[in-house]
T-cell receptor, first 113, second 114 residues
């Protein structure tokens, strides 16, 4: 049973480009969480999704950021018109339906140059 | 909504020293509690978890944590640290009666000198 898979592991984008981060949850998991990790700030919750539904996006910036978890395929975190401040590690976690424990992927380290 | 406080942001120890990292949470109802470890450049790995039952929880690599409900605390301990324990440690909580979204503390950076 493969763990949570995130790709790419490293992503470099120029300012103004779009970044797409992918997350494939563990088999049988229907809940996905996205977190952003900045140095000295720990993990900040961004968005919580179930298949085809955004359940809680209270941690998402109001502009340029969006997330989806389609019926088929991975969850996607999209950042449009990236700026240097978007440089961070983005982690995805998944859990079974209302399962208490979340399992984390290895993260995508986004660098905006 | 729940929140988590980790009071020690940076800890430096010598090998064989004892470790205790503080974690306090705020939430009025039932909680699940977790400690994760993140080795340099790697993803988060679960060290231990508490859902219910014995408040003294033993995890991997010799770590343990004690849930003290009256103090809203879940401190992480290890009697004798090793150089390989150098990592970032995160306390997290979620609430079965509310939101299952895990909320993390800021993290504690532990450096162990050989």
């Amino acid at each position: 049973n493969a763990g949570v898979m995130q790709n790419p592991r490293h992503l470099v984008r120029r300012r103004g480009q779009e970044a797409r981060l992918r997350c494939s949850p563990m088999k049988g998991h229907s809940h996905v969480y996205w977190y952003r990790q900045l140095p000295e700030e720990g993990l900040k919750f961004m968005v919580y999704l179930q298949k085809e539904n955004i359940i809680d996006e209270s941690g998402m910036p109001k502009e340029r950021f969006s997330a989806e978890f389609p019926k088929e395929g991975p969850s996607i975190l999209r950042i449009q018109q990236v700026v240097r401040g978007d440089s961070a590690a983005y982690f995805c976690a998944s859990s079974p339906s209302y399962g208490p424990e979340a399992f984390f992927g290895q993260g995508t380290r986004l660098t905006v140059v | 909504a729940q929140s988590v406080s980790q009071h020690n942001h940076h800890v430096i120890l010598s090998e064989a020293a004892s470790l205790e990292l503080g974690c306090n949470y705020s939430y009025g109802g039932t909680v699940n509690l977790f400690w994760y470890v993140q080795y340099p450049g790697q993803h988060l790995q679960l060290l231990l978890k508490y859902f219910s039952g014995d408040p003294l929880v033993k995890g991997i690599k010799g770590f343990e944590a004690e849930f003290i409900k009256s103090k809203f605390s879940f401190n992480l301990r290890k009697p004798s640290v090793q150089w390989s324990d150098t990592a970032e440690y995160f306390c997290a909580v979620n609430a079965p009666g509310g939101s299952y979204i895990p909320t993390f503390g800021r993290g504690t950076s532990l450096i162990v000198h050989p």
